[in-house]
């Protein structure tokens, strides 16, 4: 029997903190400071394995997207699908990560947010196979 192993990222959200340092937090793509973290999980969307916290400059996995004067074509169109058909399993699971409300008063310290959100997997994981 093959195990099935997806991968992806997404963007946690961050307080801002003042300074130059912090500047490469601040995700143009979605208007606010944050951290990348990149995860596994399996075909049914349980969670394997969190990487380390990185700054948002840093690129996710999209897909196509049309513009005002040009639209998707249909291979485009079947391209996205294809991929969100892919990637639903692992967003549910960083909706069960997302869950914890401690991620919302995470500053952008990278090292500290890396051993929360490890920490996190483990409770998530307790959590979601009762």
């Known amino acids: 029997m093959a195990g099935e192993v997806?991968?992806?990222?997404?963007l946690i959200r961050t307080r801002r903190r003042t300074g130059t340092v912090n500047r490469k937090n601040y995700s143009g793509q979605h208007k606010h400071?944050?951290?990348?973290?990149?995860?596994?999980?399996?075909?049914k969307g349980r969670l394997l394995w969190v990487s380390a916290a990185r700054p948002v400059r840093t690129s996710e996995i999209t897909g196509y997207k049309a513009a005002?004067?040009?639209?998707?074509?249909?291979?485009q169109k079947l391209s996205n699908k294809a991929l969100a058909a892919v990637r639903a399993p692992?967003?549910?699971?960083?909706?069960?990560?997302?869950?914890?409300?401690?991620?919302?008063?995470?500053?952008?310290d990278p090292k500290?947010?890396?051993?929360?959100?490890?920490?996190?997997?483990?409770?998530?994981?307790?959590?979601?196979?009762?």
């Open 6 to 10: 997806l991968l992806d990222g997404s």
């Open 90 to 108: 692992v967003e549910h699971g960083f909706a069960h990560l997302k869950n914890w409300r401690v991620l919302g008063k995470v500053r952008t």
């Open 68 to 75: 005002r004067n040009r639209p998707l074509t249909r291979g």
């Open 33 to 43: 400071h944050g951290l990348l973290v990149i995860e596994l999980t399996d075909g």
């Open 112 to 130: 500290w947010a890396t051993a929360l959100v490890r920490a996190l997997l483990v409770l998530t994981n307790r959590e979601v196979s009762r």
